[in-house]
């Protein structure tokens, strides 16, 4: 299935043509060496980018290992690329033009159908960031578990858990899962992680895998006479989570369409003759090209901690507050109050028993 994908997909040669981190070329995943071996000229702008499944098919990743970091603010310093949306290229099914973007940390499995945000051919988007960091407090005065990192074996993220919930259920009923669900971080064999689930063929897929998604999400799935129940996926005690903002402009302008005309029909070797039907005009080059900026929006961190705002030490001070208030109460008053009962209660029995003992004097 993925060799399938892969041959199908669209390569990432034809589909990232330009590419700029933090002010200089991108540079090899996991290059360690000076950047200044490395020119916009002679550098490959693929080269930081890796390969990944998800439901939306084949999909490529930047900064995957999570080494590259941002030392500055603002388009200049993030990410800049120049994708080509190859239309040309696209089945007749196909109703949306563009590409699906995710901002994810690099240990949670991307999940575009569910946070992935659109970018349009003939734009140039500017995307600006910040990240936030929640703290929460364990059960059972908070929501979250902090056992969970033991349960899964991994980094815990509610996208872990959620999609592991899916490959299981997915698991029971077709006897495979999807391929964009064997992941090392996805584990379904329990002790035994070195057993490979099997990966759903095309047919298995159309015929069972999507029905389950989708019975899942109604929460209509029954498996052995019962119905599956929602997951149980309590958010992490720490995780920190990407807000973006997002604008959007035309792109080539006006003012700078020839030139821009003349350099795509020089890269691909093509005529500027707008009757050849393989030139590259304006429009054409509207409808299959677009730039993107993903850039911090300051670099600092928005921390959000969760505590019980009333705890039973509370309840106790409020209490003893209402009654000091209602009744004068204090701790002597309390003592005082606690020797007159004793002293009533004895003094009771006392005359009880004087009552009793001149009852049987007349009684002789």
């Known amino acids: ?127 600006r960031i910040r990240l936030q960091k929640y703290k929460d407090t364990p059960r059972p005065l908070g929501y979250c578990d902090p056992f969970l990192e033991q349960k899964f074996s991994t980094n815990y993220t509610i996208s872990v858990c959620v999609m592991q919930y899916r490959a299981i259920n997915m698991l ?79 792109y080539p302008s006006s003012a700078v369409k020839d030139k821009v005309v003349e350099e795509v029909n020089k890269q691909k070797g093509t005529s500027m003759d707008e009757k050849d039907a393989s030139s590259w005009t304006i429009e054409r080059i509207r409808d299959n090209y677009l730039k993107v900026h993903i850039y911090f929006e300051e670099l600092s961190t928005l921390e959000m901690e969760r505590h019980p705002s009333y705890l039973i030490s509370n309840l106790i001070g409020d209490v003893g507050g209402q009654l000091g208030l209602l009744l004068g109460m204090n701790i002597c008053s309390l003592v005082q109050f606690t020797d007159y009962i004793v002293r009533f209660s004895f003094f009771k029995g006392f005359m009880k028993l004087v009552r009793l003992y001149k009852a049987r004097k007349r009684q002789k």
């Open 172 to 250: 029971k009923v077709c006897r495979c899962i999807a391929f964009y669900m064997d992941r090392p971080d996805i584990v379904l064999s329990g002790d035994k992680s070195f057993l490979k689930p099997k990966i759903c063929n095309l047919k298995e897929e159309r015929t069972c895998a999507d029905k389950v998604l989708e019975q899942l999400a109604l929460g209509t799935l029954v498996i052995d006479g019962k119905k599956v129940p929602d997951p149980d996926c309590p958010s992490p005690c720490v995780y920190t989570t990407y807000t973006y903002t997002v604008s959007q402009s035309e």
């Open 1 to 127: 299935m993925k060799d399938a994908l892969q041959t199908a997909s669209h390569t990432l040669e034809g589909t990232v043509e330009f590419c700029k981190f933090s002010g200089k070329p991108c540079r090899p995943t996991g290059y360690r060496g000076p950047i200044n071996e490395y020119s916009s000229e002679e550098s490959d702008p693929t080269a930081a980018f890796n390969t990944v499944f998800t439901e939306h098919g084949l999909c490529y990743s930047f900064n995957q290992d999570g080494n590259l970091t941002m030392s500055r603010t603002g388009a200049l310093y993030g990410l800049s690329l120049r994708l080509h949306v190859a239309q040309d290229d696209y089945f007749e099914t196909q109703d949306v033009a563009g590409f699906k973007v995710l901002l994810h940390n690099s240990y949670e499995p991307p999940m575009i159908e569910e946070y992935g945000f659109a970018l349009r051919p003939g734009s140039e988007t500017y995307v």
